[in-house]
């Protein structure tokens, strides 16, 4: 990476910065894989903070030398025994291929073998599918996640064991 980045938990006192992280860069990162049309209808929910996931103990931020959040993700248990989900999962669109993603990726990795958790999965965009893959996933299909009324946003389902 250009600049050195510090993976730590997140709090409730991040929310507005992770607000504007996934405000910021949700739209330019799905521009090339998603119609307008679609990114207007489900942007507004796709970006917003999730407080119960900040509050939980298993959401990280990358944040850099003047505390800008480069990266966000975490993590919950899942009602699968030993399976967990890959949850909200973002990097600064200015800051993408510069090893944040890997970074908090392998933070999750970690707390989740140390959970005794022994498979990931995640519903990825369609173009964070190469970043999934890179980190071990496989693609297993494609879904549509009902977003609310008329907002059927197309994914896809990967999984990782650990």
Same mark, same amino acid.
């Given at each position: !990476?250009?600049?050195?980045?510090?993976?730590?938990?997140?709090?409730? =006192?991040?929310? #507005?910065?992770?607000?504007?992280?996934?405000?910021?860069?949700?739209?330019?990162?799905?521009?090339?894989?998603?119609?307008?049309?679609?990114?207007?209808?489900?942007?507004? /929910?796709?970006?917003? #903070?999730? $407080?119960?996931?900040?509050? =939980?103990?298993?959401?990280?931020?990358?944040?850099?030398?003047?505390?800008?959040?480069?990266?966000?993700?975490?993590? =919950? $248990? =899942?009602?699968?025994?030993? /399976?967990?989900?890959?949850?909200?999962?973002?990097? %600064?669109?200015?800051?993408?291929?510069? +090893?944040?993603?890997?970074?908090? !990726?392998?933070?999750?990795? @970690?707390?989740?073998? @140390?959970?005794?958790?022994?498979?990931? %999965?995640?519903?990825?965009?369609?173009?964070?599918?190469?970043?999934? +893959? #890179?980190? +071990?996933?496989?693609?297993?299909?494609?879904?549509?996640?009902?977003?609310? $009324? +008329?907002?059927?946003? $197309?994914?896809?389902? !990967?999984?990782?064991?650990?």
């Amino acid at each position: !990476m250009a600049e050195t980045t510090t993976i730590r938990i997140a709090t409730l =006192s991040d929310l #507005a910065a992770v607000d504007a992280l996934l405000a910021r860069a949700y739209p330019r990162l799905l521009a090339k894989h998603y119609p307008p049309s679609l990114r207007v209808m489900a942007v507004p /929910h796709l970006a917003r #903070a999730q $407080p119960a996931l900040l509050a =939980s103990g298993r959401y990280y931020l990358a944040v850099n030398g003047t505390g800008q959040v480069l990266g966000a993700g975490g993590w =919950s $248990p =899942s009602r699968r025994k030993e /399976h967990a989900d890959i949850r909200h999962f973002v990097t %600064d669109d200015r800051h993408v291929r510069r +090893g944040i993603g890997r970074e908090i !990726m392998e933070r999750i990795f @970690a707390d989740v073998k @140390a959970a005794g958790i022994a498979r990931l %999965d995640c519903l990825a965009t369609r173009m964070a599918v190469p970043f999934y +893959g #890179a980190m +071990g996933f496989a693609e297993l299909g494609p879904v549509r996640i009902n977003l609310g $009324p +008329g907002i059927d946003f $197309p994914a896809v389902r !990967m999984q990782r064991t650990l």
